[in-house]
């Protein structure tokens, strides 16, 4: 999907936890922004070719500023560290219009935030939204540590603190969270929004699942692929439609990284199968979908593939490239 590029300043940079760094980014031209709703993200095109997806961490009706955190990443191939080392207050960055993948579901009477770590971001966002407009909630927030916990004074001292819980992994005498027990009263009316590393989110997911949730009230966003493994396969082929050129796709190599190989230019941005950026249809053949982008439905008909991680079950792929 192309969007417009808008060139924006860093006009404040904090740390908000061990780790976690805070960019306020105003554009360059002093005009508004393009107005967003909670849930939404904004890519950012780095200098070095890198280009990454940050939450919106507030909205704001002026539209005057986004609000991103960034999570330095111990194994970063060069965006995150790339963020927390080299970019500082007063340096440029070209970013796209808000994308929304996440939205909130307005008709829902009660809303469940659960999120872990960085994944609190876009959950800001949608507790400050639904407060706004004196919405029923409860947020519920984990984090190995209390000073790896970005905006915990913030919510500490926000007008919705009474709904807000925390909890720390390395805190002996604090309740775990029970996520059994949170969700055991589904309800066609309450809508549970997750945000955090996969492991936690497949838990609540799970967890709804066994409490007889509705999956169209269950949602979630994923900021990263740990299970992801584009290699282990067989060798496979992948045809352009446009051209008939064949081009054949290495046991440990990506899709991607043959297409560029042989001169091929394909968008990536996570490489982790989790933003969808690197979409490209499928005109014949059976993919192995190894992504966290699209969902059950769409792997089933197998019209799309990540390039970025996932591989073929069949021979030949053709892709309408």
């Not at 609000?67 to 060069?78: E, Q, T, W, Y």
């Not at 965006?79 to 579901?105: C, D, T, V, Y």
């Not at 409490?211 to 045809?239: D, L, T």
Request: with cysteine.
């Amino acid at each position: 999907m192309n969007t417009k590029e808008i060139l924006v300043e860093v006009v404040n940079k904090k740390i908000l936890a061990e780790g976690i760094a805070q960019y306020d980014l105003m554009p360059v031209e002093r005009n508004s922004l393009p107005m967003c709703s909670a849930g939404a993200h904004i890519d950012v095109y780095l200098p070095n070719g890198i280009i990454r997806q940050y939450s919106l961490c507030e909205i704001r009706p002026e539209a005057d500023k986004y609000v991103i955190a960034v999570l330095l990443d111990p194994k970063s191939r060069g965006g995150s560290r790339w963020m927390h080392e080299e970019l500082s207050i007063g340096a440029q960055l070209r970013i796209s219009e808000p994308k929304n993948l996440f939205p909130l579901n307005m008709n829902a009477k009660k809303f469940i935030f659960l999120a872990g770590g960085i994944g609190i971001t876009p959950i800001l966002a949608m507790a400050y939204a639904v407060e706004s407009i004196g919405g029923v909630f409860e947020l519920h927030y984990c984090a190995r540590s209390k000073k790896k916990m970005a905006f915990h004074d913030r919510i500490a001292q926000s007008a919705f603190k009474g709904k807000a819980h925390f909890y720390w992994d390395d805190e002996k005498n604090t309740r775990a969270l029970q996520l059994n027990e949170l969700l055991s009263h589904p309800s066609p009316d309450v809508h549970l929004y997750v945000c955090g590393p996969k492991g936690f989110i497949d838990a609540a997911v799970l967890a709804a699942a066994e409490m007889k949730w509705s999956k169209k009230n269950v949602h979630f966003e994923h900021f990263s692929n740990a299970a992801v493994n584009s290699e282990n396969g067989g060798v496979f082929s992948v045809r352009l439609a446009s051209s008939g050129k064949c081009i054949s796709v290495g046991s440990k190599e990506t899709i991607a990284a043959a297409l560029r190989r042989e001169g091929v230019t394909v968008p990536l941005s996570c490489e982790q199968g989790v933003c969808g950026t690197c979409l490209i249809p499928v005109i014949s053949g059976v993919p192995d979908h190894r992504d966290l982008y699209l969902s059950d439905n769409e792997k089933a008909r197998n019209d799309k593939i990540t390039v970025c991680c996932s591989r073929s079950l069949s021979a030949e792929l053709v892709l309408d490239l």
